[in-house]
């Protein structure tokens, strides 16, 4: 099978094929994709070096599977141009996740709607990925009215110039900013840009994509988004208000249940889940689960995932592990 990777010299597409190595994905043929200036240089794939193409020669090689992350523009324009060729393209930009002809995809809640005419399918921002992992359990048992959700959010969600600027700023050294503000021993308010509702575009895409994933648009959401100057994963204090009585063993059951999920809870042995724990490895993990003494039928937990692993190359990944299986 010929693989694609747009975006292959990018934070998410080195991530994407160290999954798809360690997973030993049967790709045949790799198709490193980046732009004009790394057109050439050798990519080191299972032992095998692959010489860097541009989107033009990658689509004329017909790949049977394309893994974008290339930014939405790149996206909006190529996408079309894989699917042409009969290309399946799993792609990770914002540019298709609310088009409703588009699916967007958490394997192990939603991958069962996927069908062959398919053929653009859209990753979930990293942030809404491991919400809504840890939502499906609870809602399918409990039915959730209302999530009340506040991010901590690491770096490497913004990319190499913000890794940068931590880096710089750990130093005392001056360099181009990623954000408008200090990151180093701070907290910054502000994940992607500002819209008219003055929330940001990460907090509406926490809003709308966890009600396209969970197919409800009953499910209310509301969310602070905030940068932190961490690097191993995003972190999600999450307030849930339930249709349903409920006890928080049954909780914990339903989550450890739950593909996909790993519960560390236990405080009275310092057991929760954190970013320095979480990065590197492909689970979502759940901890500090308890009842909001505030509200009869409402719940707190804390939720830390590798957002350039389940947040974005390794979803991308089981999708097409997912469309392997159904097509074989
Ligand atoms: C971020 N979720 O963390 C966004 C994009 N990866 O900045």
């Given at each position: ?267 009275a042995v310092n057991t929760y889940p954190m970013p320095i724990y979480a990065e590197g490895k ?18 707190n937990m804390w939720i830390v995932a590798d957002n350039l692993r389940k947040g974005a190359a ?10 392997i299986k159904v097509n074989a």
């Amino acid at each position: 099978m010929k693989v694609a990777v747009v975006g292959a010299t990018g934070m998410v597409g080195q991530v994407m094929l160290k999954v798809l190595a360690e997973r030993n994905f049967p790709l045949t043929e790799l198709i490193p994709v980046a732009s004009e200036k790394s057109v050439g240089k050798e990519i080191e794939f299972n032992g095998k070096n692959y010489k860097v193409v541009n989107l033009e020669t990658a689509v004329k090689r017909k790949p049977e599977i394309a893994l974008f992350s290339a930014g939405g523009d790149t996206s909006l324009e190529w996408a079309p141009k894989f699917a042409e060729v009969g290309t399946t393209v799993i792609d990770n930009s914002s540019a298709w996740r609310m088009d409703p002809t588009k699916k967007l995809v958490v394997p192990e809640i939603n991958a069962d709607a996927l069908t062959e005419e398919d053929k653009i399918i859209a990753n979930p921002n990293c942030s809404t990925i491991q919400l809504v992992l840890a939502l499906k359990p609870l809602h399918d048992k409990f039915g959730i009215k209302r999530v009340v959700v506040s991010t901590y959010q690491s770096i490497t969600g913004t990319g190499v110039k913000a890794v940068q600027q931590l880096e710089n700023e750990y130093k005392g050294e001056n360099g181009e900013m990623a954000y408008p503000y200090p990151i180093h021993r701070n907290a910054i308010p502000h994940c992607d840009v500002f819209l008219e509702n003055d929330y940001t575009k990460e907090e509406m895409k926490l809003t709308h994509e966890t009600k396209k994933i969970l197919n409800d648009d009953t499910v209310l959401v509301s969310a602070t988004a905030v940068r932190i100057p961490v690097v191993g994963g995003h972190s999600e204090s999450v307030n849930i208000e339930f249709e349903k009585d409920f006890e928080v063993e049954e909780i914990k059951a339903a989550l450890k249940d739950f593909s996909g999920i790993t519960l560390q809870d236990n405080p009275a042995v310092n057991t929760y889940p954190m970013p320095i724990y979480a990065e590197g490895k492909n689970d979502v993990f759940v901890g500090r689960i308890r009842k909001d003494h505030s509200h009869p039928r409402a719940l707190n937990m804390w939720i830390v995932a590798d957002n350039l692993r389940k947040g974005a190359a390794t979803n991308a990944v089981q999708i097409a592990e997912h469309l392997i299986k159904v097509n074989a």
